[in-house]
């Protein structure tokens, strides 16, 4: 996913994943920022044009955004079954 003069690329969807499975968010931003997934209080720093990675174990079921906090743009959502 990439951020780029306030816009999302790829458009925000939703990627469907199974509960127990490690999702990896890969982000490149043109401005720092921080990564925020809802649900699972994770964060990472997002560096001004570099790539950043968060990597997680989903371990619930549920709907759950992926944003940017300074921003608040929505990246994706991960829907865990």
Sequence with gaps: MAVRDGKVTPAPGRVEVARGERVALRVTSDRADTLHVHGFD?????????????????DRTGLFEVETHESELVLTQLLVR
Excluded: N
């Design 42 to 58: 994770k964060e990472l720093a997002l560096p001004a044009g570099q790539e950043a990675t968060l990597i997680l174990t989903v």
